[in-house]
């Protein structure tokens, strides 16, 4: 033929079927926006491979043809990861189609799962055998987890349960010159030789498409007890976070901050929600779970916060009696990134610290903010007990968004560095994807970035894998 | 000058500082082999840098030079891993006196430490603060945490707490090059590009050396309960561990198998133990596990047992009443090398299955060695929790030692076949070093060796760290 990219295209055709190229610009269109529309790329097609096979096949003309690849899960992400550049080379390939529950095996407690499933599917897959997979995210229901394996997802259970790159056991990859690694091994000690599963989790599709993978399974949560506290200050949380890690150990499955001002907006929006410790600065929300229907966990959580309040570390607390009001002490924290949109313009952060610096940095960040623009007002929530915060701004009453907006990358360059003077992390769940990887190199050492540019080239040497990604 | 080498030894020298400069055969010769005796190598010189920037320096040096440098902690790895080759070429860098506790944060639950304290020292460290470093190894008073965490070690505790590479948050590397790769963070959430510590952690030395790590800690177990369980099979002990996890999730924290067998030589050797269960042919020791002091975890050990012999999971159980009695337990657990020992000539393996995998494992590996070897006799034990078994042959009773050890070859193909046939692991927590590296091409694939050669050779190009070890 004469034209060389058709040539190639109709080879992708043979390798997945050609109802699965997408050229037609409203079936492509979908594929090449951010759900939240900051980003927007171009495509020569979408492909959505059956198998791993199939993928395979379609890689190795890719890689022949120098053809850039863009790896997208259920396009829930937050930094860009999974949007092609403008440039039009690319080509999106979509997991979507690669859905199967390969295997579950309840006795290795271990399930088996090809990267297109959703977190929730995968969830419901364990549960169905009486297991717990932990990982949870507000966007589980369209989330894929191949997406949450590829970013090394965190979430609410963290505390407990790690990130997903805790989680997972073996991995399928398609490389970047469409072999196949294929480890999908289900052992809990496995020391023959590197353990090359780690450089694909939280790559961002930068080394290769991870198509399945090994996850481990829980055994499921059966009692449950939940209380909303109220603490004297930031350092008193802290304090009471290591109080119930002795009194509860791996039971403590949540521990998340709230500011009085997140709990506001929170209900401004939402004035259903209860407010049963008014009148307070900080708050924390502790969640408490045991494999055993009917265990003590409730008594046991009482009786720690009880300790903690003889200790100084709590003012108030209220435990919830009843499933319903435990969902509304969740709501209240749950609605907090609504109420903040609803609020107007606001500057998001991913950060996370070592969870003894957060006393001192919140101040110290707070007053920068502030003078820097005043009338700003923190939105300060997170999951204190992994030392990740959700530590964003809102625009002043009344101010305009376009103009508030403006600051954005002065106010990234506070927080950010700050949160570097403290040894923190600009991106503790997010990930890098477009948005942040202008700023690595000011947080990270030249040291680091030689090293991840040379694990790139040994990995990908002619690029092709989600380029202008991450590195 | 006119000899080269001297040039270079100088300018160590002046690096570490002369007196860490061994080259005194008589102060060499412990460096120089491994502590079963098995591996003898040959070396230039050992050398014991005090510090990152000394060690930093002296690679610095090495790698201008192109000497190979073999990275030595402890010297209690069982694949001599520590030990050089026989041509003499290299450097040991012993890491012996970079002992220091750098940082404990206790907010923030973590321990930062360098490589060459002893294991027990940072599990001491830990607790002086009331917190634990689960890390616990038979050879602990004297291996190192960072042959440890080069090692990705692994333990009785595994089930519970994971292997080393799980407790590690951040680690300083001296790299190929004499760069020191900064990475000490102590953070549980960070999405910064590529988690480069994970290629250190478990590469035996071959990308670089550790010289210090953020560990994570975990509060101290203060109440505890032990069983002794005889189960009628391996399937049974199987269906125990899952019925133990779910009642008591990470309370549990121990789930030793034992055969008859290997009681039986653990007590013909140490008669002064118990046999309270005899005349089974499996059984289980269990530990479980409770941050709190006079907590339930002892009766919820016996319901849990209690239903599980209603199940059919149980032929008899006993539970230590006293710490005496918990301790005497435990030795029945802990001798059995040593009565393994002392039974005559054997060949261990180190191996790892999915756990489900187990009961079909056995018989089927059994009937094949006492096909190929009559009269041989299985020792099998180990930590069934995580799939890990150490599964040995002892020589028929009066069998010379040189005429059974000749077998050693033939006996090791067997087993890891059919552990390979199982998709297991030839090395579940002992590694690579020289011992299994000619073993892994025959059970990684291709695609698995060439990606390890591709990191090798982007981290270290001239392969001057620990040569021929692992890849």
Chains 1, 2 share one sequence.
Not at 42 to 57: C, K, Q
Not at 251 to 256: H, N, P, S, V
Request: glycine residues 10%; proline residues 6%; aromatic residues 4%.
């Amino acid at each position: 033929m004469a034209d060389p990219g058709a040539t190639w295209l109709a080879r992708v055709a043979a390798a997945v079927g050609p109802a699965h190229v997408l050229t037609d610009p409203a079936d492509v269109e979908p594929y090449l926006v951010d759900w939240r529309g900051r980003y927007k790329g171009r495509a020569r097609a979408v492909v959505r491979p059956g198998s791993t096979e199939e993928l395979s096949a379609l890689v190795r003309v890719a890689a022949g043809a120098r053809i850039p690849l863009v790896p997208q899960g259920g396009n829930t992400g937050l930094v860009g990861g999974a949007t092609p550049d403008g440039d039009g080379e690319a080509l999106v390939v979509s997991l979507s189609r690669m859905r199967r529950v390969r295997e579950i095996d309840v006795a290795n407690a271990t399930l088996t799962v090809e990267a297109g499933l959703t977190l929730a599917e995968v969830q419901q897959a364990a549960a169905a055998e009486g297991l717990l997979f932990p990982l949870s995210l507000a966007s589980e229901g369209s989330c894929t987890i191949g997406g949450n394996l590829s970013t090394n997802a965190g979430g609410t259970a963290v505390l407990r349960y790690g990130n997903a790159r805790e989680l997972v056991l073996g991995l399928e990859v398609v490389l970047p010159d469409g072999q196949v690694l294929g480890a999908l091994r289900g052992l809990r000690k496995d020391n023959t030789g590197y353990d090359l599963k780690q450089l694909f989790l939280g790559a961002e599709g930068t080394l290769g498409i991870v198509t399945a993978a090994v996850l481990k399974l829980y055994p499921l949560p059966r009692s449950r007890a939940t209380a909303l506290v109220a603490v004297p200050d930031v350092q008193a949380a802290v304090g009471l976070l290591g109080d119930l890690r002795s009194a509860l150990a791996d039971r403590l499955t949540g521990f998340e901050l709230m500011s009085r001002f997140s709990l506001d907006i929170s209900r401004r929006h939402h004035p259903d929600l209860p407010d049963p410790l008014p009148g307070h600065a900080w708050y924390v929300l502790v969640q408490a779970d045991d494999p055993r229907a009917g265990s003590s966990v409730g008594d046991d959580l009482e009786t720690a916060l009880g300790a903690a309040a003889e200790r100084g570390l709590l003012a108030d607390a209220t435990l919830a009696q009843s499933d319903a009001q435990r969902a509304r002490l969740w709501a209240l924290r749950e609605n907090i990134s609504e109420g903040q949109r609803r609020e107007g313009p606001n500057i998001k952060h991913d950060i996370a610290l070592p969870v003894s610096s957060i006393p001192a940095f919140l101040p110290q960040a707070e007053r920068a903010l502030l003078a820097a623009l005043p009338g700003s007002r923190l939105v300060i929530f997170g999951h204190l007990g992994d030392g990740n915060l959700h530590y964003n701004l809102s625009a002043p009453e009344g101010a305009g968004a376009a103009a508030f907006m403006e600051h954005a990358g002065m106010v990234n360059r506070i927080v950010h560095d700050f949160v570097h003077a403290f040894h923190g992390s600009i991106s503790a769940e997010h990930g890098i994807g477009q948005l942040k990887r202008e700023e690595l190199p000011r947080y990270k050492s030249a040291v680091e970035l030689d090293l991840m540019r040379r694990i790139k080239r040994a990995i990908d040497p002619h690029g092709i894998m989600n380029p202008g990604k991450v590195v």
